[in-house]
């Protein structure tokens, strides 16, 4: 059974709702089932927040992906709805990787160091992707459609009323758990603590899990690889 952002929600809940800092944050709501909706919007922030820390440090191979798609013709493909090869999941490019066309990679580039290149040789002598914010462009544009493969890692979908599971979620539930718990605590400039004392935002829980996390992804990405020994 897959963990729910539910479960996470109820778990930070849990550490902080017995405070007395907590009214403090929402001076003026004195409805309980207000005060609690109000803190549940803060944590779903924080989760996100923290979930979009987590793929900032690391590529995670559950987020690799890769899809065909058609550039079209002196124009530029949109990297925010491209559909997975092997899922047929529609997601957001996150990092991009490498760009295959007809099982050959396409040279990548920024667009100031392309600019460059134009500077030093005076002229452009193969074609170039560049990636401008959420759009991938060839350079120069081509004056027909062009067909490529997009490899790289996708970005996850926000929590919301919608997504309430993911990968992230069954195998990184410790991370998420403290990093929305410090999360709260940026957003709010107060540590909700228990009543039974304030103690300083768990950042070295989050940090130890987070590099936890990492150290499985990695050594998963190994164990898919063989190594022959001649």
Known sequence: MSTTYTELEDVVLAYLQDNVTVAEVF???TDPAV???????LILRAANNAKQSAQQMHNFVYD???A???????????LTSLTDTDSAEVFELNVLT????????IALSSRGAYNKLLYKQGQVNRVTGVRQRNMLKLIPAQDVNVDVEVLGYRKLAP????VTTDWLLDEGFEYLQWA???????????????AEGTLPPPTKSRDVALEKLIRWDVDMLESNYTTNIL
């Open 180 to 194: 929305t718990i410090c999360e709260v605590n940026h957003l709010v400039q107060v540590y909700l603590g228990r």
């Open 68 to 78: 065909v798609a058609v550039i079209p013709a002196g124009s530029g493909l949109d």
């Open 98 to 105: 490498e760009v295959m066309y007809n099982g050959w990679p």
């Open 159 to 162: 929590y919301s009323v919608t």
């Open 27 to 29: 001076k003026g709501t």
């Open 35 to 41: 005060l609690t909706a109000k803190i549940k919007e």
């Open 64 to 66: 690799e992906v890769g």
